[in-house]
């Protein structure tokens, strides 16, 4: 029996534990889930075709990336969204920047960029289509008008967020508004920039999937929507855990960055 | 001819604030944030307003500093209104207001980088103020690993690096425990001997005033209004030592019933 004393130390509000308890939980959580998978496999609770066994799966996912024609979806896939995401942010961030700085240009961008947010990046699948194709610029567009308006609401906000007196404080050391923005509020915003950039490449993902799963001969989407044309269930879990997996891993790349470009970061401000 | 000999020395104030009101006008309702106030400071002049909470302490700085605008009556500096910011008045904020993304070093040298002066000159200043402020050992490090006295310090540092006429402070130890401010009060006592800058100090600590200031403008609340004008400069203190109890005692109470009207 864990005493009340240790209890209450781990679920302490907001507080740190040890990373060993951390990472314990994490790995539990995910074995759990695999045994109970596992389970129901062996129970046959399930019909493998429709729930393949994890072993299954696995071995499925050693085959597939043993060709190199899988390892051409996932290059076009990554392509896709690199391409898409660096759209968005290229156009996006200064845009952003300029709603959250400026009360006129907000009014230009952001009640526009409002109104189109709501209207779901797949209903424009067809539009994309009339007017690009199924080529690479049709999938890129997705992904763009599914993160672009998204990004530049966001970094709006994240340049609101701004800290007002460090502006103030630029002022009165004598910067002028160019100045301030480039000097203070741009490098101000960054880490939460950051983190912003990290959201939306994980909606961008997303939007990969929904362009691939209608509009493409290749690529990662498009290798799922083949499988189930054929009920290779175990390649539509393959493929759903890969795109998965590559998300982490960006995910984690960003985190990583994020710590090594801006050490100055965290505490108070 | 007597007005001339006033119109000169008014030329010559460092500031001068005449018959100042300002209003905020919110969605709900106006406020009278200061009510016709005067007040004047003259150069290297050490000058403390006091007053409670909302009485308009930090409106009426940030309008010397020209970060707000007043509604009537004139800011002067130097025989000029106010426009706008500018690097002649510096200022040191009630909350920390580092740069946070610069070292110490790079937060004080933000004035002279603007100039676009010279590496080496940037260096020099910045040495020259790091030592003033005893944090040469930090010059790497990022305000986020300062404490808050020394987050202050930065502060002070990087404001007088840009060689302002006049220093403007709006409660910068507030939020100091009484050592460490105590011994802020005293180096910025001392920076002021040898800098001779021009400062207002905003403070609701009347002793911090007293120690501190050759003059003192006590204001009330509600709206903002000027009290009373103190002469403070009266040899109380010997360094940090407090050599006529007497006099700050009466000083003190008298500041004490001031506020309590
Ligand atoms: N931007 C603003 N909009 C509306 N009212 C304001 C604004 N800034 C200040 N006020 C009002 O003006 C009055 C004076 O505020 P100010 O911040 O100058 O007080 P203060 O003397 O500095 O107080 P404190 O000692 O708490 O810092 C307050 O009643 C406050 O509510
Ligand atoms: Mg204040």
Not at chain 1, 63 to 74: A, C, E, H, P, R
Not at chain 2, 207 to 235: C, K, V, W
Request: hydrophobic content about 50%; aromatic content about 10%; glycine content about 8%.
């Amino acid at each position: 029996m864990k005493s009340p004393g240790q209890l209450s130390k781990i679920f302490k509000i907001r507080e740190d534990i040890p990373s060993k308890w951390y990472w314990a939980g994490a790995i539990v959580t995910f074995v759990l889930i695999l045994l109970i998978w596992d389970l129901v496999c062996r129970l046959s609770l399930i019909q493998s075709i429709f729930l393949p066994s994890p072993e299954f799966v696995f071995t499925t996912f050693i085959q597939l990336i043993s060709t190199g024609s899988y390892w051409n979806d996932i290059g076009i896939s990554i392509y896709r969204v690199f391409m898409g995401f660096l759209l968005a942010a290229v156009i996006g961030v200064p845009l952003g920047i300029l709603a959250g700085t400026f009360k006129l240009s907000d009014s230009i961008i952001i009640p526009l960029s409002e109104f189109i947010r709501y209207m779901p990046a797949p209903a424009f699948i067809p539009l994309v289509m009339v007017w690009a194709g199924i080529g690479e610029t049709a999938k890129i567009l997705i992904i763009f008008i599914g993160s672009f308006f998204q990004l530049v609401i966001m970094v709006a906000d994240d340049t609101r967020a701004v800290n007002k007196d460090l502006i103030y404080a630029a002022y009165t050391l004598g910067a002028k508004r160019w100045n301030t923005l480039i000097k203070v509020i741009v490098p101000a915003l960054m880490p939460r920039l950051f983190i912003t950039l990290r959201l939306i490449m994980g909606w961008a993902w997303t939007y990969l999937v929904v362009a691939e799963l209608v509009a493409a001969d290749s690529g990662l989407g498009y290798s799922i929507m083949k499988a189930q044309r054929f009920m290779n269930t175990n390649i539509i879990f393959v493929g759903i855990l890969v795109i998965g997996l590559l998300g982490l891993i960006i995910d984690r790349l960003f985190v990583l960055l994020g710590r090594v470009l801006f050490p100055w970061s965290g505490g108070d401000r | 001819m007597a007005a001339e000999v006033e119109s000169i020395t008014e030329a010559q104030r460092a500031i001068d604030v005449v018959h100042l009101t300002k209003i905020y006008h919110t969605t709900k309702k106006e406020i009278k944030a200061i009510d016709d106030v005067s007040l004047h400071v003259d150069p290297h002049e050490f000058v403390s307003i006091v007053g409670p909470s909302g009485c308009g302490k930090s409106t009426l700085l940030k309008i010397l500093a020209g970060l707000d605008e007043l509604t009537e009556g004139e800011a002067k500096i130097f025989g000029e209104g106010i426009t706008g910011p500018g690097e002649d008045r510096g200022m040191v904020f009630q909350a920390y207001t580092l740069f946070p993304w610069l070292s110490v070093r790079k937060n004080i040298e933000f004035g002279p980088r603007l100039k676009k002066m010279p590496v080496k000159q940037k260096r020099e200043i910045s040495d020259y103020f790091l030592k003033m402020v005893n944090l040469e050992n930090f010059a790497n490090a990022y305000p986020k690993e300062l404490s808050g006295g020394m987050k202050q310090r930065v502060a002070i540092a990087r404001a007088l690096a840009n060689n302002p006429k006049v220093l403007l402070m709006d409660e910068p130890f507030g939020a100091l425990d009484a050592q460490t401010r105590s011994d802020m009060q005293q180096l910025l006592l001392q920076i002021w001997k040898r800098e001779k800058t021009t400062i207002v100090f905003i403070t609701h600590d009347i002793e911090e005033a007293i120690f501190l200031s050759q003059r003192i403008y006590i204001m009330h609340s509600h709206p903002g209004r000027l009290a009373d004008e103190l002469n403070a400069d009266l040899g109380l203190f010997d360094g940090s030592e407090l050599v006529k109890p007497a006099e700050f005692l009466k000083l003190k109470d008298y500041i004490v019933s001031l506020l309590k009207k």
